[in-house]
């Protein structure tokens, strides 16, 4: 009979990291995969994102292009998976309030801006290798200005999670 916890269950931050993880495998974007994963501050999930074609925008006529003449690329219409987490949310706006959002690469400027107004008051993210382009230097101002905490998620050691479907 076993009379101890498991010992390798996952940490909140883990968890809530790979459910952000796990809802970006749902982007068709072919470069760049994120998702995201909103917590109340009692630890339940208010809502998951991830980055795509807007609704009604036919996925295979979307323009996934990173590089070409900016209407012909995917940058000025796609919703990134900030936004699409706090529009899915269908609960009071008063429940974002002091949330938490994890997401597996740190926003962007516009992603910044909808986060603050939303009242999420802390960003846990997974990478940040846009960190010197001018829009995240702008995110990070404004969050130092808005008193919305970031901070890179602190893993105890890097976790491989498979999740078997069968």
């Not at 597996?104 to 997974?126: H, M, R, T």
């Not at 702008?138 to 905490?149: E, N, P, Q, T």
Request: glycine share 4%.
């Amino acid at each position: 009979m076993q009379t101890e916890k498991r010992k390798d269950y996952l940490s909140w931050d883990e968890y809530f990291m790979a459910i952000a993880k796990l809802s970006a495998m749902r982007s068709k974007d072919p470069s760049t995969q994120v998702g995201a994963c909103i917590v109340s501050n009692d630890n339940r999930i208010l809502s998951i994102g991830y980055n795509g074609a807007p609704n009604g925008f036919d996925d295979e006529n979307f323009p996934w292009a990173r590089e070409g003449e900016n209407l012909d690329t995917k940058y000025p219409y796609v919703c990134h998976a900030e936004l699409n987490a706090i529009l899915n949310y269908r609960g009071s706006k008063k429940d974002l309030e002091d949330a938490k959002i994890y997401v597996d690469l740190f926003p962007c400027n516009e992603c910044a801006k909808l986060i603050i107004q939303s009242g999420i008051k802390e960003v846990i993210y997974l990478s940040d290798k846009y960190w010197d382009s001018d829009n995240n230097i702008a995110s990070r101002k404004l969050f130092d200005i808005c008193g919305v905490k970031y901070s890179k998620i602190r893993l105890e050691e890097e976790r491989k999670i498979e999740i078997d479907l069968k």
